[in-house]
């Protein structure tokens, strides 16, 4: 028995004959028809049964049907894994937060494709709950969120940044000389705020609802060339990471009076097969952000 007889013979049962699992697998009808003869012939059992033309699983054929699907499936998985060990399918598929994707390209990604220029990333930008959706479903190798204590135990994960949020303004603003601002000299500031469910506009909302505000807010703004463009014309700030705030020239991070902190995870799924370029990443990862042995 070989892996082409077995490809025949499920073609034959899946397409209903011979003539129409030719055409599927571009493969001539004699061929698949001395295929499963030569089965039939090492078995010594008949696959099939032949009814008006129809071609019909016996009983011994329905449990090779069944037990050939399993073993294609799990040799179909190896040949997948056995691909990937070679430099040709290196590939990371990565999740960032919208906002946030231009620090983490440069401050986790730039010294790795560095070191391994074999290996490419696919990235995307998704809210934590599409994120952690695309990790479950094997859609998504990795995802960098904010980790919000929620983050299930299914999932690894590795801190790679402790920040806060600074309240960004154009550099010519009028708090821009400001030292550090509260939520009280903002309630009449013009904002800008991430998507609705974000973390930084769940928490920001908060801080204004616990002093009775209610914050003034011009627009909802995922995009950070927008959010750039609106903090020049002096009209908004907005809060954002104030290591992201430091890349947005022009412009001044202020610290809040009662700072909102956030720690941003790498995470991944603990099961199941893990590629060979994510396990490099995560190793990087792991020697870039551990924290430094203190001098003796």
């Known amino acids: ?3 082409t007889q ?4 499920k073609a034959v049962c899946d397409y ?3 003539s129409k699992a030719a055409e599927a697998i571009h493969v001539s009808q004699p061929s698949i028809s001395i295929a499963i003869r030569e089965l039939e012939n090492e078995f010594g059992v008949a696959l099939f049964r032949r009814e008006n033309k129809q071609m019909l699983l016996t009983d011994e054929g329905v449990f090779f049907y069944k037990q050939a699907g399993i073993s294609l499936g799990e040799l179909e998985s190896l040949a997948i894994q056995m691909t990937d060990m070679g430099s040709s399918n290196r590939r990371i598929s990565l999740n960032m937060p919208v906002l946030s994707a231009a620090y983490f390209f440069t401050y986790l990604m730039e010294g790795f494709k560095f070191a391994h220029s074999d290996i490419t990333f696919e ?3 998704n809210n934590f709950n599409k994120a952690l959706k695309m990790l479950g479903s094997d859609t998504s190798d990795l995802a960098i969120v904010v980790d919000n204590g929620t983050i299930p135990e299914k999932f690894g994960q590795l801190t790679v940044l402790s920040t806060e949020f600074v309240y ?3 550099s010519e603003h009028p708090l821009a000389g400001r030292d550090v601002v509260g939520f009280v000299d903002l309630s009449n500031e013009q904002l800008i ?6 973390f930084m506009t769940t928490q920001v909302k908060k801080r204004f609802y616990e002093l009775g505000l209610v914050p003034n807010i ?3 703004a995922v995009q950070l060339s927008l959010i750039k463009e609106l903090l020049y014309t002096k009209m908004a700030g907005t809060f954002l990471s104030k290591e992201l705030a430091n ?4 412009t001044v991070g202020i610290p809040l009076e009662h700072s909102i902190y956030l720690n941003y995870a790498l995470v991944w799924k603990k099961d199941g097969y893990m590629r060979h370029g994510v396990k490099k990443f995560i190793e990087y990862i792991k020697e870039k952000c551990a924290p430094p042995t203190p001098s003796l």
């Open 6 to 9: 077995m490809q025949y013979f």
């Open 16 to 18: 209903g004959g011979v």
């Open 193 to 198: 705020l991430n998507q609705d469910d974000s």
């Open 123 to 125: 990235v995307k930008q």
């Open 168 to 170: 960004c303004v154009s």
């Open 247 to 250: 890349m947005i020239p022009e």
């Open 1 to 3: 028995m070989t892996i």
């Open 218 to 220: 011009l627009l909802y």
